[in-house]
C-alpha cells in the first residue's frame, strides 16, 4: 500500500469541501490585548483577535502572571510526573479545593484539559455504573461524545434542549442506572440548556446528572460558577465539569462533585492515571484566576456590556447575526467556501481575525463566524469589525439579515 498517498487523498478530500484548516500564526500581546501579532507569510502585522475563548482576559492578568512566574522559579517548570508518581503537588491540590469551592461541591479533582476530563470522565463514570444507559444531548461537544462512546455503554440522543424528549427516553430507560449528560451553554450556537429543569425529570427518574460548564465557568454567577449558580442549581447536578482555559485564561480541565465520585474517577480513570498531571506554575496560575474572579465582578460586567454593544452594532449593520443569551455571538453564512473566504480576507484586508466554523463543528449549511468580545474590545474596535464585515459581506455578495433586505426595498 502507498501510505503517503493514503493520507494526501484524505487531505485532498478536505481541501476540496473548503474544510482544510490552515493556522493562523499569532503572537499575542499581553499589554495591549485584544491586539496581537500575525506572522503572516509577508512578515509581521499587527491584528485585533475576535474568536479567542480567553473570554476575560484573565490570561494577561498581572497577579495571574506573578503566580506562575514565581512558581516556577521556586519549583520548576514542570511537575515531575504523574499524580500517582511524584506529580502530586501542593498547587494542585489547592486548585483543586479551589474548585469545588467554587462550585459548591465537596471535592474536585484536575485534568491536562477540559476535553480529556469530558472524555474520560464520563466514560469512568458510566462504567463503573452497572447496565447505565446515557441521555446525551445532541448538541454536545465532541469531548462528550467520545467519552460516551468509549464508556462502552448504550446511548440515547435526545433533541437538543428537548424536555419532551429526555423525558420519554428516562420513561423507556426503565430502573436502568442513568446518566444525563449536557451542557449548560451550547459554543456554537450560544444557547443555554434548562439545568432546573433536567434535573427535576433526573430526579423524578432516578438518574444522576453530568454537566459541562466550559463556556460559562467565571462569566456567569456571582462568583463565576456559571449558568447553574446564575440559576440557582448548583446543588442539584451531580458533576459539574469545568475548563480552566477559557475564563480563566490558563489551561487543563477539571470535574467536582461528591468525595466518593471523584475518588472513583481518580482510582479508574486511565486519562487521569496515566497523564503527568499539571505543572505547579500552571496550577497556581489557575488558582489566583479563580479566587479573583469570585470576588471580582468587573471582568463580567465589562465582558457583558462589550457583547451587548457588539450585538446592537451588528444588527444595526444588517448583518445576519443569530439571537442568542449568551457571550457568543454567530454571524450566519451558511456556506463552507464562502466562511473561508470571508475569514481570509478579514484577516488579510482589515486585521480583523475571526477563524471560520465549517463542518463538523457545525452541519454543513450553517456554516458562521464565531465573534466572542471580552471587556477589552472597545467602542472604537466595535466599529471597526463592523465597517470590516460590510465591506467583506458586500466584496462577497454574501446575504445579509432578512430586515435590511426589506428595508432596502
Not at 236 to 257: M, N, P, S, W
Not at 394 to 399: F, I, N, S, Y
Request: with cysteine; charged share 20%; hydrophobic share 40%.
Amino acid at each position: 500500500m502507498d501510505y503517503e498517498k493514503a493520507f494526501a487523498q484524505a487531505l485532498d478530500g478536505l481541501r476540496h469541501e473548503r474544510r482544510y484548516r490552515v493556522f493562523t500564526q499569532i503572537e499575542r500581546d499581553a499589554a495591549r490585548y485584544p491586539r496581537a501579532l500575525w506572522h503572516s507569510p509577508a512578515g509581521k502585522r499587527e491584528i485585533v483577535i475576535w474568536c479567542s475563548n480567553d473570554y476575560l482576559g484573565m490570561g494577561r492578568h498581572p497577579d495571574v502572571i506573578a503566580a506562575m512566574s514565581e512558581t516556577a522559579h521556586r519549583v520548576g517548570a514542570g511537575a515531575g510526573g504523574t499524580r500517582n508518581i511524584s506529580g502530586n503537588s501542593q498547587a494542585i491540590c489547592e486548585l483543586e479545593a479551589e474548585l469545588a469551592d467554587l462550585h459548591g461541591k465537596q471535592a474536585g479533582l484536575v485534568f491536562t484539559s477540559g476535553y480529556v476530563s469530558n472524555e474520560t470522565g464520563i466514560a469512568t463514570i458510566a462504567k463503573l455504573l452497572p447496565d447505565c444507559v446515557i441521555l446525551s444531548d445532541a448538541g454536545n461537544h465532541n469531548s462528550m461524545i467520545e467519552g460516551v462512546r468509549r464508556s462502552g455503554r448504550e446511548k440515547a440522543i435526545f433533541r437538543h434542549n428537548d424536555l419532551a424528549h429526555l423525558e420519554e427516553l428516562l420513561q423507556a430507560a426503565g430502573s436502568r442506572p442513568k446518566l444525563i449528560v449536557f451542557e449548560s451553554i451550547y459554543s456554537m450556537g450560544g444557547d443555554v440548556a434548562p439545568i432546573g429543569a433536567i434535573c427535576d425529570l433526573a430526579q423524578r427518574y432516578g438518574a444522576m446528572t453530568y454537566l459541562d460548564e466550559v463556556h460559562a465557568v467565571g462569566m456567569y454567577g456571582a462568583r463565576g460558577g456559571g449558568i447553574a449558580e446564575r440559576d440557582g442549581v448548583m446543588h442539584r447536578v451531580d458533576v459539574i465539569e469545568g475548563t480552566l482555559g477559557k475564563a480563566f485564561g490558563v489551561v487543563g480541565g477539571y470535574l467536582t462533585g461528591s468525595q466518593t465520585v471523584m475518588d472513583a474517577v481518580r482510582s479508574f480513570a486511565p486519562g487521569f492515571i496515566f497523564t503527568t498531571a499539571l505543572p505547579p506554575a500552571i496550577a497556581a496560575a489557575a488558582t489566583t484566576s479563580i479566587r479573583h474572579l469570585k470576588r471580582s465582578n468587573v471582568e463580567r460586567a465589562g465582558q457583558q456590556a462589550q457583547v451587548q454593544k457588539t450585538k446592537d452594532a451588528l444588527v444595526r449593520a444588517g448583518l445576519p447575526v443569530m439571537p442568542t443569551e449568551t457571550h457568543i455571538i454567530p454571524v450566519m453564512v451558511n456556506e463552507a467556501g464562502a466562511c473561508k473566504a470571508a475569514s481570509d480576507m478579514l484577516l488579510a484586508e482589515h486585521g480583523v481575525y475571526i477563524q471560520p466554523i465549517n463542518f463538523p463543528t457545525v452541519s454543513r449549511g450553517t456554516e458562521r463566524l464565531r465573534i466572542t468580545p471580552t471587556p477589552f474590545h472597545d467602542e472604537q474596535l466595535i466599529g471597526e469589525l463592523v465597517q470590516a464585515l460590510l465591506s467583506v459581506w458586500r466584496k462577497l455578495d454574501l446575504p445579509f439579515a432578512a430586515r435590511r433586505a426589506e428595508a432596502a426595498e
